[in-house]
Antibody, heavy 118, light 112 residues
């Protein structure tokens, strides 16, 4: 069964950094793109960016440049999202999702809740 | 950036009736015979679920009461007949060009 298993909830203080993980089962991430999507409380979906694990090429929404870094480790079939200089505005659920070349997300992780609070 | 405008923001529909949700793109998302518009359903506390891809293709396992149509800049998601389990928020998403990929703001479907 195709699964994207995300790391657990995080509670962090402002100015901290965090690295979220997304581990794939039953498929090879090198055969897909892995995307990250943010959903703030009671808000809509925002695309952060994507990685092509086959060559580590990344693309980001300009609004997340400098805030987010997406990486992958094909040996563990895992993608990562690092967020730096956290503020309360980063409080959200973060989802990973996979796509093919067409660009729709057919499988999603369960989401990781990030809370930033002093 | 391609901006997606969904309407209405919320919608109340009776069981067995039709729900129609629109998504308008700020520029065409169609090219080479394909329309790069997709639809998702999200229930509280859950990740989004793919319903329709490439404007009108039903994802495997999704009930046939869901259908999508449109091309260019105007797209529609229809649900008929609406069932109780369809109460959720629905999002459109384009993949015509990136960055960025973008989503519509969402339409909350409530059952009357």
């Amino acid at each position: 069964e195709v699964l994207l298993q995300q790391s657990g909830a995080e509670l962090l203080k402002p100015r901290a950094s965090v690295k979220l993980s997304c581990t794939a089962s039953d498929f090879n991430i090198k055969d897909t793109y892995i995307h990250w999507v943010r959903q703030r409380p009671a808000q809509g979906l925002e695309w952060i960016g994507r990685i092509d694990p086959a060559n580590d090429n990344t693309e980001y929404d300009p609004n997340f440049q400098g805030k987010a870094t997406i990486t992958s480790d094909t040996s563990s079939n895992t993608a990562y999202l690092q967020l730096n200089s956290l503020t309360s505005e980063d409080t959200a659920v973060y989802y990973c999702a996979r796509s093919g070349t067409v660009g729709y997300f057919d499988y999603w992780g369960q989401g990781t809740t990030l809370t930033v609070s002093s | 950036d391609i901006v997606l405008t969904q309407s209405p923001a919320s919608l109340g529909v009776s069981l067995g009736q039709r729900a129609t949700i629109s998504c308008r793109a700020s520029k065409s998302v169609s090219t080479s015979g394909y329309s790069y518009m997709h639809w998702y359903q999200q229930k509280p506390g859950q990740p989004p679920k793919l319903l329709i891809y490439l404007a009108s293709n039903l994802e495997s396992g999704v009930p046939a009461r869901f259908s999508g149509s449109g091309s260019g800049t105007d797209f529609t998601l229809n649900i008929h007949p609406v069932e109780e389990e369809d109460a959720a928020t629905y999002y459109c998403q384009h993949s015509r060009e990136l960055p960025p990929l973008t989503f519509g703001a969402g339409t909350k479907l409530e059952l009357k």
